[in-house]
């Protein structure tokens, strides 16, 4: 796709060109129905927005109930123009013809019109269906290139020799050109469903890699992983501190997976099987690929373990989990706080990582909690009963405190 999202000149020249010999703006969408270009609404008949290509325009992305709509028309299979009626209930509430964007067979795309009565003649829609197939081209051509990128991007990532990532690294930069010297950020979605990468406006290259569950057994209130597999997405900004891109493509990827993001906080609450995404610092000219995903994979298993830090976390914001993630598995486990971390202690872990992460002042806990100072004291008594820890001494805090947030992580 166009890189950034960008509408390309080419694509634009093409889609005005079908407006042109239909009458009517034209939309071009991938066939993941991802915004590409779109014809200049210039007339004074406001009927011809409706909301279906307002929001395709202004989010570049079609809804999951409008793609379902009209893939039901066998649209993926079409060879020439198709009339779709209306589905007010799915949103659209205008019919639309298709013109289905093909190259050797395989659809690439889709041009979009509102339908209208007569509509246009047969010659004009084969005018238009042979400025399709140059767009197929063009598209075919991307993917084509894309699929390069994305080859040696997986390889670059998943290599575990020096060696193998400096071939690697060097495949990657001629791959991408001259774009191989901007500014990147890399993604991490997970869970990630199948291997199969699923690459979106917006991403340079994506692919899928393992995504391994802890070694030991996870504590019972700790977040499960479900992941096998993680989506890493390389996605281009334009500064360091413009991260906009990235963050828009971690939640289109999220949304395309329909993945609920309404777990509960703190230990024992349970998250239940959810997705989440982090975003790792800023790379100049590829340099540091790897710790760019080490970054963004600890950020995604941050919010999936501390869902106040989701769906989409960034590295830079994870607080302590920087630290916890980088830690061998179950390295951070204590004895002495061990019992706290029983099934039947879930409320007490609960109640001492929310003291300790206002910083120990009890008023401010006991608002958070919804419990009064009374019963909160008691609780901390306990707390110190059953863990041998003085919560008055500042050490035993930090101890206790990292052993909760680690023990999210499992």
Not at 191 to 216: E, F, N, S
Request: aromatic share 6%; hydrophobic share 45%; proline share 7%.
């Amino acid at each position: 796709m166009p890189q950034n999202g960008w509408v390309k000149g080419d694509y634009q020249e093409l889609v005005d060109e079908v407006s042109a010999l239909l009458g009517a703006p034209a939309t071009l969408e991938d066939r993941d129905f991802g915004l590409i270009a779109f014809g200049a609404h210039d007339s004074d008949d406001d009927s011809e927005m409706d909301p279906v290509r307002t929001r395709s325009i202004l989010t570049r992305r079609s809804t999951p109930a409008v793609r379902a709509w009209f893939e039901e028309y066998g649209i993926a299979r079409a060879k020439g123009p198709m009339r779709i009626p209306a589905a007010p209930d799915a949103g659209v509430f205008r019919a639309r013809l298709c013109l289905p964007v093909r190259h050797r067979g395989v659809v690439h795309g889709y041009v979009w019109l509102l339908d209208t009565d007569p509509g246009p003649s047969d010659a004009q829609l084969a005018a238009a269906m042979e400025v399709t197939e140059r767009i197929g081209v063009l598209l075919a051509d991307e993917a084509s290139a894309g699929d390069e990128v994305a080859r040696e991007f997986r390889a670059a990532l998943a290599a575990d020799q020096d060696w193998q990532r400096d071939t690697a690294m060097a495949a990657l930069r001629a791959a991408l050109g001259p774009g191989a010297d901007d500014l990147f950020v890399l993604v991490c979605v997970t869970p990630w469903p199948t291997d199969d990468a699923r690459k979106i406006p917006g991403t340079v290259a994506v692919c899928t890699l393992p995504w391994p569950a802890p070694t030991t057994a996870a504590p019972t209130h700790a977040a499960p992983t479900h992941a096998t597999h993680a989506l890493a997405a390389l996605v281009r900004v334009r500064s360091a501190g413009a991260l906009s891109p990235a963050l828009t493509a971690a939640h289109r990827l999220l949304e395309s997976l329909g993945t609920g993001t309404g777990a509960k906080a703190g230990p024992g609450a349970g998250s239940g099987h959810r997705g989440a995404a982090g975003i790792g610092g800023v790379l100049r000219r590829l340099a540091g690929l790897s710790t760019g995903w080490a970054q963004a994979a600890a950020a995604a298993r941050s919010a999936l373990a501390q869902p106040a830090l989701g769906p989409v976390a960034e590295w830079s914001a994870i607080g302590p989990y920087r630290l916890l993630t980088a830690l061998p598995a179950g390295a951070a486990r204590d004895p002495s706080v061990q019992p706290l971390l029983s099934p039947a202690q879930l409320e007490l872990a609960r109640t001492a990582e929310v003291f300790l992460d206002h910083a120990g002042q009890a008023g401010r806990t006991a608002a958070a909690l919804g419990i009064h100072r009374q019963t909160l004291y008691y609780r901390l008594s306990r707390v110190e009963q059953l863990t041998g820890l003085d919560l008055d001494d500042g050490q035993h805090r930090l101890l206790l405190h990292m052993a909760l947030k680690a023990a999210r992580l499992g």
